[in-house]
């Protein structure tokens, strides 16, 4: 079975902070993606990345960097953390090619609370 | 006009009915569609994926695709109480991206 495992289940901080949310997958997938998921919005793509060192920006990406220094880890990086960036956090990831379908596999999530 | 279009719900239905949960998307250039169950507090796990126009059967689900009409659709027969969940749409149109709609969800009523 896939897993993709996100290192916090809940986090707490402070306005300011700098907020570090780690994601790993142990299938060898190429593609990895982080959403942020709000009551009414759905999910929203903030950045995702194709390869080891590569990022693209989504949909959302302000506020937010990214980092893919090996294949099975992706990070999110909050570089000054805010109340608007209070939501959960959700890390997937997808094989590439045809053959995978486009089937992207969760993480548990992150709760993040920004006080 | 949103990219995904869902009823948010509650969709409510009594145990053992059959549940039918609606989307409409945007993009004709869509290939591939998918529904995916959230369980309150957890994250979001494939139930089915279609790419064909037409029917496509899994165990007690069923999704259907109408491209000309731009519209999917998922029906859970005899619904259980463990069905209860937000479902959520996706479609991915190429290259790396999947658009997710905001989820219905489904109340099941013993």
């Known amino acids: 079975d896939v897993k993709v495992t996100q290192s916090s289940r809940y986090l707490v901080k402070r306005t300011g902070e700098k907020v570090f949310l780690e994601c790993v997958q142990d299938m060898d997938h190429e593609n990895m993606f982080w959403y942020r998921q709000d009551p009414g919005l759905g999910l929203r793509l903030i950045y995702f990345s194709y390869d080891v060192k590569m990022k693209e920006k989504g949909d959302i990406p302000e506020g937010y960097s990214v980092s893919r220094e090996k294949k099975e880890r992706f990070s999110l990086i909050l570089e000054s953390a805010s109340t608007n960036q209070t939501s959960m956090y959700l890390c997937?990831?997808?094989?590439?090619?045809?053959?995978?379908?486009?089937?992207?596999?969760f993480g548990a999530g992150t709760r993040l609370s920004v006080l | 006009q949103k990219e995904v279009e869902q009823n948010s719900g509650p969709l409510s239905v009594p145990e053992g009915a059959i549940a039918s949960l609606n989307c409409t998307y945007s993009d004709r250039g869509s290939q591939s569609f998918f529904w995916y169950r959230q369980y309150s507090g957890k994250s979001p796990e494939l139930i089915m994926f279609?790419?064909?126009?037409g029917d496509k059967e899994d165990g007690r689900f069923t999704a259907q695709l109408n491209k000309a009409s731009q519209y999917v659709s998922l029906l859970i027969r005899d619904s259980q109480p463990s069905d209860s969940a937000t479902y959520l749409c996706a479609f991915h149109t190429g290259g790396f991206k999947t658009i997710f709609g905001a989820g219905t969800r489904l109340f099941v009523k013993a």
């Open positions: 279609i790419y064909s126009n």
């Open positions: 997937a990831s997808t094989r590439k090619g045809p053959q995978a379908k486009n089937i992207q596999y």
